[in-house]
Structure formats: structure tokens, C-alpha cells
């Protein structure tokens, strides 16, 4: 059942990453309102494709790569490094607007906190669906 999870929040992650990446190739605007739910969109923030902006920023565009990275890579959650991937984020946040701005900062703080989230939401979707089985088996019981 644990395998049926992460394919799950595997397949999830890969069909979200593609979207964002395909949303100014097919100009679908519900695409474009999906994503605006958690993300600004501000154009001058965001990467270009040559049919336009990214469905999100750069900020969450690279969590979004790099939660799919950290579901390949990592498999042992580690509430520490997420937690330090957090504070880094809200350094480089808070740096970007104190002081100067760097799509590069912006992008390494959100690959990093994808990375570090990504072992973290695995583990809780397993247990998720292992309680689920597990009461579908008592109930039959």
C-alpha cells in the first residue's frame, strides 16, 4: 500500500510540475486561475517560456521541482532540515526586500524547501492511506 501511496504523490507532483510549465504553451486561463489560489503570479517575478510567464513564480515553481526531486531523492523525513530550509527561505525573503532581490536566492530557497517538504508529505500520505486500510480491515472484521 505504501508503494501505491508515493506512486500517487509521485504521479501527482510530475502531472503538477508539467502544468506549470505547460500553462503558457496552452493559455489556458482556468490553469492560470488554478495556480493564482496559491501563488502571486506577478509576471516580473516569474520565469518566461517564449509563450509567456510560468503558471507560478520563481519561488514556487522551484518548490514545486523541488518537492518532485525530494520524493526521488530522499526517503527519510527530517523535520530539523525542513525546519532550517524555512528559516533560510525567510532570510532570503527577508533580504530580497530589505536589501536587493535574486531570482537565484529565490529559487535555491524554494528547491530546498521542496526538498526537505517532500519526505515529510510522503510520509504523512502513507500514513494516511495505511489507516485507511487498516480501518477498511477492522470494519470488515
Do not use: N
Not at 530550509?85 to 537565484?104: G, M, N, P
Amino acid at each position: 500500500m505504501r508503494i501505491r501511496a508515493r506512486a500517487a504523490l509521485l504521479f501527482g507532483a510530475t502531472l503538477w510540475c508539467l502544468a506549470v510549465v505547460a500553462a503558457p504553451y496552452l493559455q489556458w486561463t482556468p490553469l492560470y486561475s488554478f495556480f493564482s489560489t496559491i501563488c502571486h503570479q506577478i509576471a516580473e517575478r516569474s520565469w518566461h517560456i517564449d509563450a509567456g510567464p510560468l503558471a507560478l513564480c520563481i519561488r514556487c515553481t522551484s518548490i514545486s521541482a523541488g518537492f518532485l526531486a525530494g520524493l526521488v531523492l530522499l526517503q527519510k523525513p527530517r523535520v530539523r532540515w525542513f525546519m532550517l530550509s524555512l528559516v533560510v527561505s525567510f532570510v532570503e525573503w527577508l533580504l530580497a526586500y530589505a536589501l536587493f532581490d535574486s531570482e537565484v536566492l529565490r529559487a535555491l530557497s524554494g528547491v530546498l524547501v521542496g526538498v526537505t517538504a517532500a519526505p515529510l508529505v510522503q510520509a504523512g500520505v502513507e500514513e494516511l492511506f495505511m489507516k485507511r486500510v487498516r480501518t477498511a480491515y477492522e470494519s470488515t472484521m
